[in-house]
């Protein structure tokens, strides 16, 4: 009963607070007339919810599913990374993807790493009493690896973390969503170490004594949203990597569309390696236009023509209402329907490695 009040309590002051603020003043500055996804006051979204609608849902389903030590304790790698070498590890000829947690995925090959969507902190709000991470980073700040470059998808909290910006700084090259890099600036983060791009647009650059990296900012379905001030204001996507032969796609955040995936499979496909979320799902009526289920999550891997997924956004923070480890079972399931093999796509633990080994085949 406690509970319940204090969510109802906090519940009205967010209401009550954002309620007041929820109008765009100010124009779309990066607003282009000819890119169908640009409005003039924002970029353009058929699929984000109101704060009305979000705060109905909460009202409806309640707090989210509790989680137990024993479902945390779980999903945990046993080994230590800070004892693997991998500094060595990226000069590696093999290919090797590290699940961090949530979305933070470090991928190594030829000299070159980098991380998608890092988050090393304990909170995925503005709030640190908000959105509590459940399971520590595989590494800590101290512990990585030199970093070359990290991409950016869109703005929310769980995905863009402020502290863990600090902590990176200008010793990394940040590749983010068009509309974001003013919010990188205003850190103190140099102008010359921030690249932004629009959808479908690519950047290319050469590390001595390493392949040729290009990167292409691909769509999404999503949305973006970080004060009650800047909703839409910077866009959203997922990024293909391409170092030497080796392709790579980071999804991000995604709702499911019939199209696109294939277009970008079909553009700069197939990858060797994926990112795919299959967490933050629940419940479906509200999540469906924001966030991929298991059973889609396999539709993308297979349109986008990957070799090998991994699994993202579950096992760290509990954001939504499906039990906390549902996420992988119902993957499981849905790879058995496929009659794919299983390992193609399956749940990792936190802290695990994965060496991309074979070639991509053509499906």
């Keep these: 009963m406690k509970k319940t009040a204090i969510f109802i309590a906090l519940s009205i002051v967010t209401l009550v607070s954002v309620s007041m603020l929820l109008t765009n003043y100010s124009d779309n500055v990066k607003y282009d007339s000819n890119k169908v996804h640009h409005g003039k006051n924002s970029f353009k979204t058929k699929r984000s919810a109101s704060i009305f609608q979000w705060l109905s849902m909460r009202f409806k389903e309640g707090p989210t599913p509790s989680v137990a030590q024993k479902d945390i304790e779980s999903i945990l790698a046993e080994v230590e990374l800070s004892q693997i070498d991998l500094r060595s590890a990226s000069s590696a000829d093999v290919p090797r993807a590290t699940w961090i947690g949530h979305a933070t995925v470090l991928v190594q090959y030829q000299g070159i790493n980098f991380l998608t969507d890092p988050h090393l902190t304990d909170s995925a709000a503005p709030f640190d009493f908000w959105a509590k991470?459940?399971?520590p980073p595989a590494l800590t700040f101290a512990e990585m690896p030199e970093i070359d470059f990290v991409v950016i998808s869109h703005n929310h909290y769980d995905h863009l973390d402020s502290r863990t910006v600090d902590m990176f700084?200008?010793?990394?090259?940040?590749?983010?969503?068009?509309?974001?890099?003013?919010?990188?600036?205003?850190?103190?983060?140099?102008?010359?170490?921030?690249?932004?791009?629009?959808?479908?647009?690519?950047?290319?650059?050469?590390?001595?004594?390493?392949?040729?990296?290009?990167?292409?900012?691909?769509?999404?379905?999503?949305?973006?949203?970080r004060t009650p001030w800047d909703t839409n204001k910077s866009l959203w996507g997922s990024w293909a990597v391409q170092i030497g032969n080796f392709k790579s796609w980071f999804a991000g955040d995604t709702a499911y569309d019939e199209k696109l995936f294939k277009e970008i499979g079909d553009k700069l496909g197939p990858f060797q390696l994926a990112m795919i979320p299959i967490g933050a799902y629940g419940p479906r009526y509200f999540m469906l236009n924001q966030h991929l289920d298991p059973a889609q999550a396999v539709l993308v891997h297979q349109e986008i023509r990957s070799q090998k997924s991994i699994p993202i956004h579950w096992g760290t923070f509990q954001l939504t209402h499906e039990p906390f480890l549902e996420p992988p079972e119902l993957l499981a399931d849905a790879m058995k329907k496929t009659g794919l093999p299983d390992d193609e796509f399956r749940a990792m633990k936190i802290g695990e490695t994965i060496q991309i080994k074979s070639r991509v085949e053509k499906r």
């Design 169 to 225: 700084g200008d010793s990394v090259t940040w590749l983010v969503p068009l509309g974001l890099k003013a919010w990188f600036l205003e850190r103190g983060i140099a102008t010359e170490k921030v690249i932004e791009l629009d959808w479908w647009e690519p950047h290319q650059f050469s590390k001595k004594g390493s392949l040729t990296v290009k990167i292409t900012f691909t769509p999404s379905v999503h949305w973006s949203k």
């Design 133 to 135: 991470r459940f399971t």
